[in-house]
């Protein structure tokens, strides 16, 4: 049976609009040396999710023209684990990185966002499987 097409759109323009921020930022930093205190803060942390996670996802439903399933579970651990290494373990060894429970925050918010637009959260359309369509 051919899995019908993603219903996921919201997912290519949030990831699109998050990569850019993110790009638009490192380019303020890097090429035009302007910093930002609450960009430089907390703006990589809340995008990392949406990034690391929705970037590969639409490339693989594009490339494949299906749904990747990613459950909730796996993006939440995702988010927690990069909390737990940039705002717990690399500190201690790492002086150039400061633990920040603010951070670890932004982490889940970029997280709850991205199981949004993947339809994890708020679902986009009603489940073929559910008990409701086997009557």
Excluded at 58 to 65: D, K, N
């Amino acid at each position: 049976m051919e899995t019908p097409p993603s219903p996921r759109l919201p997912l290519v323009p949030f990831v699109g609009a998050c990569t850019l921020l993110f790009a638009l930022h490192q380019l303020g930093l890097k090429v035009w040396c302007k910093t930002w205190w609450f960009f430089d803060s907390f703006l990589d942390p809340l995008l990392a999710v949406p990034v690391l996670v929705g970037v590969p996802a639409a490339v693989a439903s594009f490339w494949w023209r299906r749904t990747v399933p990613l459950p909730a579970s796996w993006i939440w651990a995702f988010a927690l684990c990069l909390a737990a290494l940039f705002e717990g373990w690399i500190p201690t060894f790492d002086p150039r990185f400061t633990a920040d429970p603010w951070d670890g925050l932004a982490y889940l918010i970029g997280a709850f966002g991205t199981n949004i637009a993947l339809g994890n959260v708020l679902p986009l359309h009603p489940h073929s499987n559910s008990h409701e369509s086997t009557r």
